[in-house]
Structure formats: structure tokens, C-alpha cells
């Protein structure tokens, strides 16, 4: 049975003409009858009276048509439906951010990139770095955002994968503050009196670059881990209970350096500069992506490739 069969149908039971129908339906007369009467051979009775002028519809003809009407209709709006949803799916940019700056970066920059390309349809998924770096590798998503860093290789070919600066940051050493403000933990500390380390997780790429610097010190620090999480926000509530020292961004941390509830851990020898970037494949984008794109690279600073040790850290 065939959707036009009904189309048919209906429209020959409009016109009760088959000449009319067949030029309504822009086919040849003859076409337009052997298609009726194939339909009435798969419902398995005549659905039309020939012998009347001009032509009525049969008994069992009179049952069908509420089922045919019935049946187009729902077709027609279910077509309709899924177009709107394939329209949709084509508007929205999708992104893939790591979690400390899916919660301070991105509702700031998306609002200032509204500011320059109109109303965004964007869809966010929050996630470690290394779900992130999956997520683009896959195509699950049009764009990564995360932090960078020298020190870290995010594993993203230069041949098949562009970057471009959107922001910077620094990861600062805090802790909570004593009764005085002092922090109450403070670097470099003591061999016989360490200082207590909030740590990232292996999974995190600002964890790697936390790590790098440490060990690239030529005065190292005496640190003690005494917790580990791959979230900077859980690390932040960590320290601001006074648990230990962490690095943390400072687009993450900068309410709490206002308020003190945080203070910094150490000079600004400890600190380590940042950038924000966002990452996007080679391959062509949905218009509304590449459009997006454009107004980044417009707006931003500078432009580069990711090289082929992109060397790139997150969270």
C-alpha cells in the first residue's frame, strides 16, 4: 500500500471526477485509475460506484474514508514533527566543556558571543578532559572548551583539529584563611611539617600541569595528599572547609578570593598561567556552527592550530 493511494483517494472523493482528480494529482487519467483500483484491491473490496454521475463512494468506500483521512493526517504530522526536530538538531551548536568551566566560563562567554552573533540554540555537556577529548574525537559534539597548558598533550592532530584562544586564566594556590586571614595552609612548606594537597585525579589535565610544575621546581615543595577528585569545584569546597591547600582557576575561585573565603596559598612564583581555548574539527561544520565559528574567530585574539604535541591541559 502506498501513501499516494490515499492521496488519491481522498482527492477523488473530493472531486467524485476522475479526469479532475488525475489532473489535480498531475498524472494521466488511466494512471490515476489503475491506482485507485489498486487500492481497492489491497483493501480487498470496491471502494467507489462507477455506475453512479458522478461517481459516490461505496458502503465499505464511506467506512474507509475517516481511516484514510486519519491515517494521512498523522503521517503529515509526524513528517512535520521530525523536520522540525532535524531543523532544530541543525541550529544547535553543541559543546563539550570541562566542568570548572562549564560552571564560571561558559554562561559569561556565551552571552558575550550572543552579544555580537544573536540568540544562540547551544546544547552543553559537562564532563573530565579526557570525556571531552573523546567527545570531539567521536563528533559527538561541534566544539571542546578547556583550559590549555604547555606541559599537557591533549592528543588532537594539527591535520585534523583547529584551536583558537578565547580566554586566559591562571590556576592559583588557595586556601582557607586562618583566624587572622592568614591562609592555613601555606607553600612551600616543611619536610617535618607538610603541607596538606587537595590533588586532581589522573584524569585531569590541570591536575598534569599542577603536577608538572611541581616537579620542575628548583625549590620543591613539601606536600602531603590528603584528597583526590578530578572536579575542581569539589576541590574548592574541600578547601574552602580548611582541608588543604589546591590549585584551583581563577575564573573558578575569584567570589571566593573577594569574599575570603579563600585566600592565596602562595606567591605568585606558584601560580601558573592558562589559557582557554576552543577546539573544533577540520572537517565542515552545519552552517550554523560554521557561522559560530566565525564570530569566535572574529571576535578573539588570536587564531592557531593545535600542534602535534598540542600540548593542552583541563580539567
Not at 183 to 199: D, K, S, Y
Not at 252 to 276: F, H, M, N, S, Y
Request: charge should be neutral.
Amino acid at each position: 500500500m502506498e501513501v499516494r493511494w490515499l492521496e488519491d483517494f481522498l482527492s477523488l472523493v473530493d472531486t467524485r471526477n476522475f479526469s479532475r482528480s488525475a489532473e489535480l494529482r498531475f498524472t494521466t487519467q488511466p494512471a490515476f485509475s489503475r491506482r485507485i483500483k489498486s487500492l481497492e484491491e489491497w483493501v480487498g473490496t470496491t471502494l467507489f460506484d462507477r455506475g453512479t454521475q458522478p461517481i459516490s463512494l461505496t458502503a465499505a468506500g464511506g467506512k474507509f474514508r475517516p481511516v484514510a483521512e486519519e491515517v494521512l493526517r498523522r503521517l503529515y504530522q509526524i513528517r512535520e514533527d521530525i523536520r522540525q526536530i532535524d531543523k532544530a538538531a541543525a541550529s544547535t551548536i553543541t559543546f563539550a566543556a570541562t566542568h570548572s568551566l562549564s560552571l564560571s566560563f561558559f554562561p559569561r562567554w556565551i552571552r558575550s558571543m550572543e552579544e555580537r552573533a544573536g540568540v544562540l540554540i547551544t546544547r552543553l555537556d559537562s564532563n573530565h578532559a579526557e570525556e571531552c577529548v573523546q567527545s570531539l574525537l567521536k563528533g559527538h559534539c561541534h566544539f571542546m572548551l578547556c583550559h590549555t597548558h604547555p606541559s599537557v598533550d591533549l592528543h588532537l592532530p594539527a591535520s585534523d583539529f583547529t584551536s583558537i584562544a578565547v580566554g586566559d586564566d591562571r590556576l592559583l594556590p588557595v586556601s582557607a584563611p586562618g583566624a587572622h586571614g592568614e591562609p592555613l595552609h601555606l607553600l612551600p612548606g616543611r619536610r617535618e611539617r607538610p603541607v596538606r594537597f587537595l590533588a586532581y585525579a589522573e584524569t585531569s589535565a590541570i591536575g598534569r600541569a599542577v603536577e608538572h610544575m611541581l616537579a620542575q621546581r628548583p625549590d620543591p615543595a613539601s606536600l602531603e595528599r590528603v584528597f583526590v577528585s578530578h572536579l575542581a569545584a569539589v576541590l574548592e569546597s574541600m578547601a574552602r572547609e580548611g582541608r588543604g591547600l589546591a590549585w584551583l582557576p581563577a575564573s573558578q575561585v575569584i567570589e571566593d578570593l573577594k569574599d575570603g573565603r579563600l585566600v592565596p596559598a602562595g606567591d605568585e612564583t606558584w601560580v601558573i598561567p592558562i589559557e582557554i581555548r576552543l577546539f573544533r574539527s577540520n572537517e565542515p561544520l552545519p552552517p550554523k556552527s560554521e557561522e559560530f565559528w566565525s564570530h569566535v574567530i572574529g571576535g578573539a585574539a588570536r587564531s592557531e592550530p593545535v600542534a602535534t604535541k598540542a600540548k593542552n591541559a583541563s580539567t
